[in-house]
């Protein structure tokens, strides 16, 4: 194998793992020497909290990461500053001809690799990224005619027809680490308070780094046949509760699919139903590639002519929904659980969503800001692809005239009320029946169960048979104008 360069660094970003890693495995293909670096950017980390639970997951990845690579003759190179400032300085301090790296298409950091890339070519060196964060990027999957997908269903479709062992197989990392090189600039991870930052509880069963997902794995494997029958449940353990460790990736997303491949092939209908969960994130971000207006703005550009509420009753009603106080258990639960652990189950995140949009008609964007700050599996493109789905104005969204019910929701999708036990125990004493609509139980069982409406547990903010008449109004006068939808096949 002839290596065309000398010197090369690996660039780690949303891809924390030695296994399976397309810019890693590319590198070490290349060069005769790789070094690996990782820069907690501050053009990032600026905005966030100073006790942010995803800061602390990211240094706990780490130092497994720095660990593996030290087994195997490598170190990471950790730098704390502006990630456009560091690459250049660092690759320039190391001789490098190529930093290696892999795609992430997110409008800022497009705009950073850019940046980095110019700066590189001033002395001579070259940014070469791969494909690593999804199965099918960019124009991979389009339609016939040759334009982007606006509907999951035929995405789907073709996602399917097209796919092939070669785009499930892994980079064979192992056999090439020979060229990994130790600096001595790899002075280990910091700490959180060398860097600013202060320390966050993160779910114990998370885990820690590619080691955290490899567990949580091997536990879904065995449920992975019931994922269609459990993952709306909230108190059941049904999904995998690997989307955090699929942002960071400490999990290769091509291992993840093609488990689910060849077991849906089998006739698994929970790995279908699995595997088509892992397909609407690529979705998501070809959307995030095709459409980036669609990151600040409706897809569908004329919802971005909604009337939302506005002012200090808006504001009130915001932070209500924020800190789980709407009156609606199921809601409120389900913020609770958020606010408490950084995770929020799938099936009420459409369910807040919706609550906000369409009882509370509040700006979807005000929720969406919300769960990028809470959110330890935050990613834009999912995200919000997510809540323009309950707002109605993303590709292939709700449609607006369908307005979930909080209380039908909670009755069917968490009937005996665990889940609202669970994040709500004082209203734990209610029944089965009145715990999903406690203003209409009855005086005296509130009063045995301990439940004082106004005191303990709010009364409803709003009346949602109200509200959804509010919300068919506020969405009529969009679609009365409504324009094609962009780029539809």
Not at 31 to 54: E, G
Not at 137 to 153: D, I, L, N, W
Not at 361 to 379: I, S, T
Request: hydrophobic residues 40%; neutral net charge; proline residues 5%.
């Amino acid at each position: 194998m002839s290596q065309s360069l000398a010197r090369a660094l690996v660039w780690f970003r949303r891809d924390l793992r030695m296994d399976d890693q397309a810019a890693l495995y590319h590198a070490l293909k290349s060069a005769q020497v790789v070094f690996c670096c990782f820069i907690l950017d501050t053009d990032i980390l600026v905005a966030l909290p100073r006790a942010d639970r995803r800061v602390v997951f990211i240094l706990g990845a780490l130092q497994e990461l720095d660990q593996a690579l030290r087994a195997r003759g490598g170190a990471l190179i950790v730098r704390h500053g502006p990630a456009a400032d560091e690459i250049p300085r660092l690759a320039a301090e190391l001789q490098v001809q190529a930093v290696f790296c892999n795609h992430d298409d997110e409008p800022a950091a497009l705009a950073r690799d850019a940046l980095v890339t110019e700066r590189l070519q001033r002395f001579g060196a070259q940014l070469r990224s791969f494909k690593d964060h999804v199965i099918f990027e960019r124009r991979e999957v389009m339609t016939a005619t040759g334009g982007p997908y606006g509907v999951f269903t035929p995405y789907k479709n073709a996602w399917l027809r097209k796919i092939q062992p070669f785009y499930l197989s892994s980079y064979p990392v192992e056999r090439y680490t020979d060229a990994l090189a130790h600096s001595e600039l790899a002075q280990g991870v910091p700490s959180l308070e060398a860097i600013g930052f202060e320390p966050a509880a993160l779910p114990a069963s998370l885990g820690q780094g590619a080691s955290g997902a490899q567990a949580l794995l091997e536990d879904f494997l065995d449920r992975m046949d019931r994922y269609d029958r459990a993952r709306d449940f909230p108190a059941v353990k049904g999904p995998s509760y690997l989307s955090t460790h699929l942002r960071f990736g400490t999990v290769s997303i091509r291992r993840l699919a093609s488990l689910a491949h060849q077991r849906m092939q089998g006739g698994d209908h929970g790995a279908e139903v699995w595997l088509s969960e892992l397909i609407w994130r690529d979705f998501y971000h070809q959307v995030m590639h095709h459409h980036p207006h669609a990151m600040t703005g409706a897809f569908r550009r004329e919802y971005d002519g909604i009337s939302w509420e506005q002012g200090p009753h808006a504001e009130q009603l915001f932070k209500a929904w924020c800190d789980g106080e709407t009156g609606y258990p199921l809601v409120d639960a389900a913020m609770k659980q958020l606010n408490e652990t950084g995770y929020q189950h799938n099936r009420l995140r459409m369910v807040t969503a919706s609550f906000l949009t369409k009882d509370l008609g509040l700006d979807w964007r005000w929720g969406e800001r919300y769960f990028a700050e809470q959110l330890l599996d935050f990613d834009l493109a999912a995200n919000n692809g997510g809540w323009q789905w309950a707002s109605s104005s993303g590709c292939d969204a709700q449609p607006y005239f369908r307005i979930f019910n909080p209380v039908s929701q909670s009755e069917k999708f968490d009937a005996d009320g665990k889940f609202i036990r669970r994040y709500l125990p004082q209203l734990a004493g209610l029944s089965n029946k009145a715990i999903h609509a406690p203003w209409l139980a009855a005086p005296l069982e509130l009063q045995a169960a301990g439940v004082e409406l106004g005191g303990n547990y709010p009364r409803p903010i709003v009346d949602h048979a109200i509200a959804r008449e509010r919300t068919l109004a506020r969405y009529a006068v969009v679609k009365s104008r409504a324009l094609p939808e962009p780029d539809q096949p």
